[in-house]
């Protein structure tokens, strides 16, 4: 996304009296990013050169998804007009500090090139998010990426984390389709990475998770971490160790005839 303000100087200073005299169309900032950053207060630009006209009626609006896993962020961006809605400036952290990391935002504003934020910074403080101490026994797969984790190394999870996330967030909607796997330590139970919100400003995001585990990872005795067993596990091993007693008591059935 590109150059700032000035841009839209210009854009006034030529339409001149055809903007004045129609005095209700709403002209909003329009772009669209999906990239992973190591450093997104500092390298990511969200600015735009593209201007959109509004139908009556319409807001401008600029939103943004942020999953961060390890030393890697993934933003999905969006600025322009939106046909409904109210007036309003949204900011949720989904999955809380430490572990996996997701926030929204998304403002909704009814002033020409009111959608004009350019930085990441302006409304997050990024150092928050940093992890101070590291556990010594649980490490998890960590990883975020657009589509597919292709490299998902075992790093070692903050402490307050309690077991490992693995799931994709399929997201549509404002000119986004596209899907984001994301893999990491997190003390939130089961596939609620977003906290159960399917909607942030125009995108909507289905989160789709691997069959859960049942319990989270425990220690065992010497300290190693203990993986949970998934839910086929323990069915296949109720009904084999049924069969063992069901076949111990037709034994017994058998030498009492006998």
Request: aromatic letters at 8%; charged letters at 15%; one cysteine or more.
């Amino acid at each position: 996304m590109g150059t700032p303000r000035i841009q839209y100087l210009l854009i006034l200073l030529v339409l001149g009296p055809s903007l004045l005299t129609s005095g209700l169309e709403l002209y909003c900032q329009k772009g669209l990013a999906m990239t992973v950053e190591a450093d997104p207060a500092n390298m990511f630009n969200w600015t735009t050169e593209e201007v959109e006209t509004c139908d009556k009626g319409a807001l401008c609006q600029e939103t943004v998804l942020m999953i961060k896993a390890g030393t890697e962020t993934a933003i999905l961006a969006m600025k322009g007009c939106i046909p409904d809605g109210e007036e309003a400036i949204t900011i949720v952290q989904h999955s809380p500090h430490p572990g996996l990391i997701v926030i929204s935002y998304s403002n909704y504003c009814e002033d020409s090139f009111c959608n004009d934020k350019d930085s990441l910074s302006q409304f997050w403080e990024f150092s928050e998010t940093t992890a101070s101490t590291m556990s010594t026994t649980l490490h998890c797969p960590t990883c975020v990426a657009l589509g597919t984790c292709f490299n998902a190394p075992s790093l070692l999870c903050p402490n307050g984390t309690t077991r490992c996330y693995q799931g994709t967030l399929e997201i549509t909607g404002g000119g986004i389709e596209s899907s984001v796997e994301v893999k990491g330590c997190t003390a939130t139970i089961g596939c609620r990475l977003m906290s159960g919100i399917l909607a942030v400003g125009p995108m909507f995001v289905r989160e789709v998770c691997p069959r859960q585990l049942l319990t989270q990872p425990r220690k065992t005795e010497n300290g190693a971490t203990c993986l949970p067993i998934p839910v086929w596990g323990v069915t296949a091993t109720i009904a084999i160790a049924a069969a063992i007693n069901y076949s111990l008591f037709l034994k017994r059935q058998f030498w009492a005839w006998v």
